[in-house]
C-alpha cells in the first residue's frame, strides 16, 4: 500500500505508538567505494564547545578558558582561540551523515583518528565518507557490518578530522530481536 492509499508514512504515529521506519538505508544499499556527503554543514560555537567539554569532564582549558588560552597559546595556529573539543569534531562530522549512512543501525567501533587542523569557534563543518567495507554480520541474522572512512573538512575546504568507523545496519524488513546465531 502506498502512503496516497492510506498507509502510515515514516515517523507517523499510529494508534500503537510510532510506526516502524522503514525508509534506507539499509545493508543491501551499501557497496565498497561508495561515497556519501552531509547534505547540511554545522556550524560551532562556543556554547557548544564549552558544554560539550565540560559535560565530557575535560580539564582542558583550551576549550573554556578564554584567559589562559589567550595567554597560553598566542601563536598559530591558535591566535589566543578556544579551541573545538575534538571528540565533539569527530561526534558533529559523524552525525552530519547519519541520514544517509547509520540511520537503521548502530555503531559498533570507531579507529585511525587523526586530527589535519584545529576547529574554532565559527567554522562550519561538512562531512563525506567512502564504505570501506560491507559483510553480512555472522552472529546477527539479517544484519550486516559497514565500514566507513570519514572525513570533516571546514568552511574553508581544510581536511580538520579523518577516522575510520562501523556501524551495524539492518537489512529492509529486519527489526532487532536481540538473539544471536546459534
Do not use: C
Amino acid at each position: 500500500m502506498t502512503a496516497t492509499q492510506g498507509s502510515l508514512r515514516p515517523h507517523e504515529v499510529s494508534d500503537e505508538g510510532m510506526a516502524a521506519v522503514e525508509e534506507g538505508p539499509f545493508f543491501e544499499d551499501f557497496e565498497v567505494g561508495a561515497r556519501f556527503q552531509s547534505r547540511i554543514g554545522r556550524t560551532l560555537t562556543d556554547t557548544d564547545n564549552i558544554w560539550f567539554t565540560l559535560l565530557t569532564g575535560n580539564s582542558n582549558q583550551i576549550h573554556f578558558n578564554q584567559d589562559y588560552t589567550r595567554k597560553t597559546f598566542p601563536g598559530e595556529p591558535f591566535r589566543g582561540r578556544l579551541v573545538v573539543n575534538g571528540f565533539l569534531t569527530i561526534a558533529i562530522a559523524a552525525g552530519l551523515l547519519v541520514d544517509v549512512t547509520s540511520r537503521n543501525g548502530f555503531q559498533v567501533g570507531m579507529g585511525n583518528v587523526k586530527f589535519m587542523d584545529p576547529v574554532f569557534h565559527g567554522d562550519t563543518i561538512y562531512s563525506e565518507a567512502e564504505v570501506t567495507e560491507a559483510r553480512e554480520s555472522k552472529s546477527r541474522p539479517g544484519f550486516g557490518l559497514v565500514s566507513l572512512r570519514t572525513r570533516a573538512r571546514n568552511d574553508r575546504g581544510q581536511t580538520v578530522v579523518e577516522f575510520d568507523r562501523t556501524f551495524m545496519v539492518r537489512k529492509k524488513g529486519v527489526t532487532w530481536d536481540g538473539r544471536r546465531a546459534q
